[in-house]
C-alpha cells in the first residue's frame, strides 16, 4: 500500500526532503542556534508576543513561562546540539551526502522520513527539542501545535535563519483525539502524554511508523542525612525542591511529585518540611499560582483538610487559606502522591530501601530523581525506579540538552543507517 504523504512534502523514495538534502548539517545547526539566541532575549518582539499567548493558554504566569523561555532557548546553543549528535552518532558528519567524495564513510545516517510531533498540552515549547534533532537528521517535520503557535512562531524565525528550513519546518494546530487519523501518512510520530493516550495512538498508526511515545511518569527527590547538618543547608535543598515543586503547576514528568527525607540529621524531616513551607510561600510572590478552574484550588482544600483531620490536634500542616500550597508531614506509606497543584508529602524514611519499597508499592515509575547527596543506592533507586536522570534539587524542571529524556536518545530515532561494505 502506497505511504500517504502530506500536502506540500519533498521527501523521495529515500525519505529524505530533497530541500534539505545538500545542506551541510552544520548549517542547520547554525540556523538553530542563532534563532534560539534571538529568542533568548527578553525584548525579542516574537518572544514579547508568545509569553502573552502562552500565559493565556496554560493560566501560567509571566515569569513561570519566562523561565520556561529560557531554560528551553538557552539550552539550544551551537556547541551543545553538535556535541549531542556526535555523541550519539559519532560525528555529525555522517549525516551529509557525501556523494561525488574522494573517502567516503563507512556508514551514513539517513533521516527516518517525515517526522510528526504533537506538543504537550502543559510543557512549554516540549515539540520544539524533537523538532531540531529530526530537521538536523534532514527529515521534513510537522508538528501538531497548541492554540498559542509557540512553535510556528519559533519555526518562522528559524526559517529567517535558513530559507530551506521553510518548507521543511512545519507547524500545524493541533485538533486533538480527532486529529489522531491524521497521523497515519508518517513515517515516525513523536507524543507525550498519559500512557493510555500512548496505547490509543499506537493502535491508530501504521505498523511500520515509528512511534516515539513519551507516557507518564513522575518526578521525584531524596534528601539525605548528611545533607542536613545546619538549617542553612537544609534552606538550599529548600530552595531547589520549592522551584521543582511550584513551577507548571507540579504537572508533567519533571515535576517534585513524592519527596523523602532522612532522619538522623540535625535537621529533622519535620523541620525540613517546616523550611520547605516557608520557601514556597516566598517563590510564589514572585512564580504566582496559575490562573486555574475552581475545582483545582478545591482539590487542594479537600486534601489539606482530610491531612488536618489525620493530623489531629498535635499535628501541623502547611498550607495556606487560599489552598495555594499544601506540604503534608510525613502522609502515610499507603497514600499515593497527590499529583495536585503545587501539593507534597514530605515522607520521612530511615534509609533509601524506603523509598523503593514507595515506588514499587505504587507503580511509580519516574523521569529523574534530585537528590542532596550523591550516594550509590541513590544511583541504584533512580535505576530501579526506572529514571533517566540524576540531578540536584532545583534541575528538575531544566534537564541538560544531550539528557535522554525517557530513556531515548535525541537524534537516533529519526534516523536509519546504511552501511558501505564494497
Same mark, same amino acid.
Given at each position: 500500500?502506497?505511504?500517504?504523504?502530506?500536502?506540500?512534502?519533498?521527501?523521495?523514495?529515500?525519505?529524505?526532503?530533497?530541500?534539505?538534502?545538500?545542506?551541510?548539517?552544520?548549517?542547520?545547526?547554525?540556523?538553530?542556534? !542563532? /534563532? =534560539?539566541?534571538?529568542?533568548?532575549? @527578553? $525584548?525579542?518582539?516574537?518572544? *514579547? +508576543? #508568545?509569553?502573552?499567548?502562552?500565559?493565556?493558554?496554560?493560566?501560567?504566569?509571566?515569569?513561570?513561562?519566562?523561565?520556561?523561555?529560557?531554560?528551553?532557548?538557552?539550552?539550544?546553543?551551537?556547541?551543545?546540539?553538535?556535541?549531542?549528535?556526535?555523541?550519539?552518532?559519532?560525528?555529525?558528519?555522517?549525516?551529509?551526502?557525501?556523494?561525488?567524495?574522494?573517502?567516503?564513510?563507512?556508514?551514513?545516517?539517513?533521516?527516518?522520513?517525515?517526522?510528526?510531533?504533537?506538543?504537550?498540552?502543559?510543557?512549554?515549547?516540549?515539540?520544539?527539542?524533537?523538532?531540531?534533532?529530526?530537521?538536523?537528521?534532514?527529515?521534513?517535520?510537522?508538528?501538531?501545535?497548541?492554540?498559542?503557535?509557540? !512553535? /510556528? =512562531?519559533?519555526?518562522?524565525?528559524? @526559517? $529567517?535563519?535558513?530559507?530551506? *528550513? +521553510? #518548507?521543511?519546518?512545519?507547524?500545524?494546530?493541533?485538533?486533538?483525539?480527532?486529529?489522531?487519523?491524521?497521523?497515519?501518512?508518517?513515517?515516525?510520530?513523536?507524543?507525550?502524554?498519559?500512557?493510555?493516550?500512548?496505547?490509543?495512538?499506537?493502535?491508530?498508526?501504521?505498523?511500520?511508523?515509528?512511534?516515539?511515545?513519551?507516557?507518564?511518569?513522575?518526578?521525584?527527590?531524596?534528601?539525605?542525612?548528611?545533607?542536613?547538618?545546619?538549617?542553612?543547608?537544609?534552606?538550599?535543598?529548600?530552595?531547589?525542591?520549592?522551584?521543582?515543586?511550584?513551577?507548571?503547576?507540579?504537572?508533567?514528568?519533571?515535576?517534585?511529585?513524592?519527596?523523602?527525607?532522612?532522619?538522623?540529621?540535625?535537621?529533622?524531616?519535620?523541620?525540613?518540611?517546616?523550611?520547605?513551607?516557608?520557601?514556597?510561600?516566598?517563590?510564589?510572590?514572585?512564580?504566582?499560582?496559575?490562573?486555574?478552574?475552581?475545582?483545582?484550588?478545591?482539590?487542594?482544600?479537600?486534601?489539606?483538610?482530610?491531612?488536618?483531620?489525620?493530623?489531629?490536634?498535635?499535628?501541623?500542616?502547611?498550607?495556606?487559606?487560599?489552598?495555594?500550597?499544601?506540604?503534608?508531614?510525613?502522609?502515610?506509606?499507603?497514600?499515593?502522591?497527590?499529583?495536585?497543584?503545587?501539593?507534597?508529602?514530605?515522607?520521612?524514611?530511615?534509609?533509601?530501601?524506603?523509598?523503593?519499597?514507595?515506588?514499587?508499592?505504587?507503580?511509580?515509575?519516574?523521569?529523574?530523581?534530585?537528590?542532596?547527596?550523591?550516594?550509590?543506592?541513590?544511583?541504584?533507586?533512580?535505576?530501579?525506579?526506572?529514571?533517566?536522570?540524576?540531578?540536584?534539587?532545583?534541575?528538575?524542571?531544566?534537564?541538560?540538552?544531550?539528557?535522554?529524556?525517557?530513556?531515548?536518545?535525541?537524534?537516533?530515532?529519526?534516523?536509519?543507517?546504511?552501511?558501505?561494505?564494497?
Amino acid at each position: 500500500m502506497a505511504r500517504l504523504r502530506t500536502s506540500g512534502s519533498r521527501c523521495g523514495a529515500s525519505g529524505r526532503d530533497e530541500t534539505m538534502v545538500k545542506k551541510p548539517v552544520r548549517s542547520i545547526i547554525e540556523a538553530v542556534a !542563532v /534563532a =534560539a539566541d534571538r529568542w533568548s532575549r @527578553a $525584548d525579542f518582539p516574537a518572544r *514579547l +508576543r #508568545a509569553l502573552g499567548m502562552v500565559s493565556a493558554r496554560t493560566g501560567y504566569c509571566v515569569p513561570v513561562v519566562e523561565y520556561a523561555f529560557d531554560c528551553l532557548f538557552g539550552s539550544l546553543r551551537y556547541d551543545a546540539i553538535e556535541a549531542t549528535i556526535a555523541g550519539e552518532l559519532g560525528s555529525v558528519d555522517v549525516l551529509d551526502d557525501f556523494a561525488g567524495r574522494a573517502a567516503r564513510p563507512p556508514a551514513r545516517a539517513l533521516p527516518v522520513g517525515t517526522v510528526c510531533i504533537v506538543s504537550s498540552r502543559t510543557t512549554v515549547g516540549v515539540a520544539i527539542v524533537p523538532a531540531i534533532f529530526a530537521l538536523c537528521a534532514k527529515c521534513r517535520v510537522v508538528v501538531k501545535d497548541r492554540d498559542d503557535a509557540l !512553535v /510556528a =512562531a519559533f519555526f518562522a524565525t528559524l @526559517a $529567517d535563519e535558513l530559507e530551506e *528550513l +521553510r #518548507a521543511a519546518a512545519v507547524a500545524q494546530t493541533w485538533k486533538g483525539d480527532s486529529d489522531a487519523t491524521n497521523l497515519r501518512g508518517f513515517e515516525a510520530v513523536v507524543a507525550f502524554g498519559r500512557d493510555a493516550t500512548m496505547i490509543q495512538l499506537a493502535k491508530e498508526l501504521d505498523f511500520s511508523t515509528r512511534l516515539i511515545a513519551y507516557g507518564s511518569k513522575a518526578g521525584a527527590g531524596y534528601v539525605a542525612r548528611e545533607s542536613l547538618e545546619t538549617e542553612e543547608a537544609a534552606r538550599a535543598i529548600a530552595r531547589g525542591a520549592s522551584l521543582d515543586l511550584i513551577l507548571y503547576e507540579t504537572e508533567g514528568c519533571l515535576s517534585l511529585h513524592a519527596l523523602f527525607v532522612e532522619r538522623g540529621g540535625r535537621v529533622s524531616p519535620r523541620r525540613f518540611g517546616e523550611i520547605l513551607a516557608a520557601q514556597i510561600e516566598t517563590d510564589l510572590r514572585y512564580f504566582a499560582p496559575a490562573a486555574v478552574d475552581s475545582g483545582s484550588r478545591a482539590r487542594v482544600a479537600m486534601a489539606r483538610d482530610l491531612a488536618l483531620f489525620r493530623a489531629g490536634t498535635g499535628g501541623r500542616v502547611h498550607a495556606d487559606r487560599d489552598a495555594s500550597y499544601l506540604v503534608v508531614p510525613d502522609p502515610p506509606f499507603e497514600e499515593p502522591p497527590l499529583f495536585l497543584p503545587r501539593t507534597i508529602g514530605v515522607r520521612a524514611v530511615n534509609e533509601v530501601s524506603e523509598a523503593a519499597a514507595y515506588f514499587r508499592h505504587h507503580g511509580i515509575s519516574l523521569e529523574a530523581l534530585a537528590v542532596s547527596h550523591s550516594r550509590p543506592e541513590l544511583i541504584e533507586l533512580a535505576i530501579e525506579a526506572g529514571a533517566s536522570r540524576l540531578t540536584q534539587f532545583g534541575r528538575l524542571q531544566a534537564p541538560p540538552l544531550g539528557t535522554f529524556h525517557g530513556g531515548r536518545p535525541r537524534i537516533s530515532e529519526f534516523v536509519r543507517w546504511i552501511v558501505d561494505e564494497t
